[in-house]
């Protein structure tokens, strides 16, 4: 069983930037692939970014490559987001997803969820 608490969202302006967090329980953290997704109102859950816990290859959506950077401390069972350049349209609340399986964690069928953060990018 792996618990998920996501932190560090907040208010910010156009060109800002945010680190969010994602704390997890559970010794088997180092063997977990992670990851963000987000959900603007109105819209379905969508991928932002995954990374493996093999190797540390990271993945990210086409509409935040080069701003957002993922990364994990595996000996603080914490994987971080680094947004930079936000923009208004990166307004939604920020999901964090643990999988022992880097595709689950890709494709939105992570077995454990945080309850999420709200980030808001005002123009």
């Known amino acids: 069983q792996v618990q998920v608490v996501e932190s560090g969202g907040g208010l910010v302006q156009a060109g800002g930037s945010l680190k969010l967090s994602c704390a997890a329980s559970?010794?088997?953290?180092?063997?977990?692939?992670m990851g963000w997704f987000r959900q603007a109102p109105g819209k379905a859950r969508e991928f932002v970014a995954a990374i493996s816990w093999s190797d540390g290859s990271t993945y990210y959506a086409d509409s935040v490559k080069g701003r957002f950077t993922i990364s994990r401390e595996n000996a603080k069972n914490t994987v971080y987001l680094q947004m930079d350049s936000l923009k208004p349209e990166d307004t939604a609340v920020y999901y964090c997803?643990?999988?022992?399986?880097?595709?689950?964690?890709?494709?939105?069928?992570?077995?454990?969820w945080g309850q999420g953060t709200q980030v808001t990018v005002s123009s």
């Open positions: 559970g010794r088997t953290f180092s063997s977990y692939a």
């Open positions: 997803a643990a999988d022992p399986r880097l595709s689950a964690v890709r494709t939105g069928a992570s077995a454990y």
